[in-house]
T-cell receptor, first 115, second 113 residues
Framework: AQKITQTQPGMFVQEKEAVTLDCTYD???????LFWYKQPSSGEMIFLIY??????QNATEGRYSLNFQKARKSANLVISASQLGDSAMYFC????????????FGAGTILRVKS | DVKVTQSSRYLVKRTGEKVFLECVQD?????MFWYRQDPGLGLRLIYF???????EKGDIPEGYSVSREKKERFSLILESASTNQTSMYLC????????????FGPGTRLTVL
């Protein structure tokens, strides 16, 4: 079974609008962490935001916020006020447990911002 | 600024060749990782290392080996390259912190002919 599922292979959004990228996860470990990374066409992976399974509040980092719904096992990324530079591949990833920090990644969502 | 560097951005090799992909980090991170990235599959973990001379298999270790003789360097070795190992290879390092964010190198696009 897929541990991380990103159901949207590609998304379009109009500049200055908000967009939500979906991510669902599957784990039986009560302690886990969820990450979002951005990969522009240049190829480097850029860390965006993190949510721990015990965090009471949804994580926010500037224009990025994580809509964490634990019971539904979803961790959607919300980008507000989209910019042309947000066009990239976005990956959701999960770390299970606290002892080792290897990540499991989803297949990714390509986001294109239109002017 | 933290840095993870990889020896080559692009590499072309022939089937059967032994291939070395080098990764160096200057962050004093204990943990280092090798992933391969393929369209529609995301990143898949090949091997990781949590200390010098220590290594553990990831999800797809077949056809690969690794070496970590020094803390800052983590090498991925393809003993006998095959065409199905044509891929983007990404190295990452991670500190032991609250959430263990991984820092990635720029990637090596390997083509095996």
């Amino acid at each position: 079974a897929q541990k991380i599922t990103q159901t949207q292979p590609g998304m379009f959004v109009q500049e200055k609008e908000a967009v939500t990228l979906d991510c669902t996860y599957d784990t039986s470990d009560p302690s886990y962490g969820l990450f979002w990374y951005k990969q522009p066409s240049s190829g480097e992976m850029i860390f965006l935001i993190y949510q721990g399974s015990y965090d009471q509040q949804n994580a926010t980092e500037g224009r990025y916020s994580l809509n964490f719904q634990k019971a539904r096992k979803s961790a959607n990324l919300v980008i507000s006020a989209s910019q042309l530079g947000d066009s990239a591949m976005y990956f959701c990833a999960m770390r299970e447990g606290m002892r080792v920090n290897k990540l499991v990644f989803g297949a990714g969502t390509i986001l294109r911002v239109k002017s | 600024d933290v840095k993870v560097t990889q020896s080559s951005r692009y590499l072309v090799k022939r089937t059967g060749e032994k291939v070395f992909l080098e990764c160096v980090q200057d962050m004093d991170h204990e943990n280092m990782f090798w992933y391969r990235q393929d369209p529609g599959l995301g990143l898949r973990l090949i091997y990781f290392s949590y200390d010098v001379k220590m290594k553990e298999k990831g999800d797809i270790p077949e056809g690969y080996s690794v070496s970590r003789e020094k803390k800052e360097r983590f090498s991925l070795i393809l003993e006998s390259a095959s065409t199905n190992q044509t891929s983007m290879y990404l190295c990452a390092g991670a500190r032991v912190s609250d959430y263990n964010e991984q820092f990635f190198g720029p990637g090596t696009r390997l083509t095996v002919l």
